[in-house]
Nanobody, 123 residues
């Protein structure tokens, strides 16, 4: 299993970024996927998840209405569209594969992780 995040960078407050998570080594369409983030000095936290087919999504309250998860199973890729970014969104963002039949937000429910991509929101 390999997960590779990309698309991070430096953006001003109020700006947008789109992160990608390219997956390989497993049947992508059979697994729900999640995004997490970890800010300096803080624990890794749940951002959101998307079901296998992409019809269902769940988000942390802190990002609802600003961040949107989608996926393209034909391309084995998941996305995180980030709008109206705030300085508190600064973190390393990770994608992860969720254990089958689970639907929650706990890190323990996710089996495989990418290496992360840095997002910095600053003027």
């Amino acid at each position: 299993v390999q997960l590779v995040e990309s698309g991070g960078g430096l953006v001003q407050p109020g700006g947008s970024l789109r992160l990608s998570c390219a997956a390989s080594g497993f049947i992508f369409s059979r697994f729900a996927m999640g995004w997490f983030r970890q800010a300096p000095g803080k624990e890794r936290e749940f951002v959101g998840r998307i079901s296998r087919g992409g019809s269902s999504t769940n988000y942390a309250d802190s990002v609802k209405g600003r961040l949107t998860i989608s996926r393209d199973n034909a391309k084995n890729t998941m996305y995180l569209q980030m709008n109206s970014l705030k300085p508190e969104d600064t973190a390393v963002y990770y994608c992860a594969v969720q254990t089958p039949l689970l639907t929650g937000s706990s890190m323990s429910e996710y089996e495989y992780w990418g290496q992360g991509t840095q997002v910095t929101v600053s003027s």
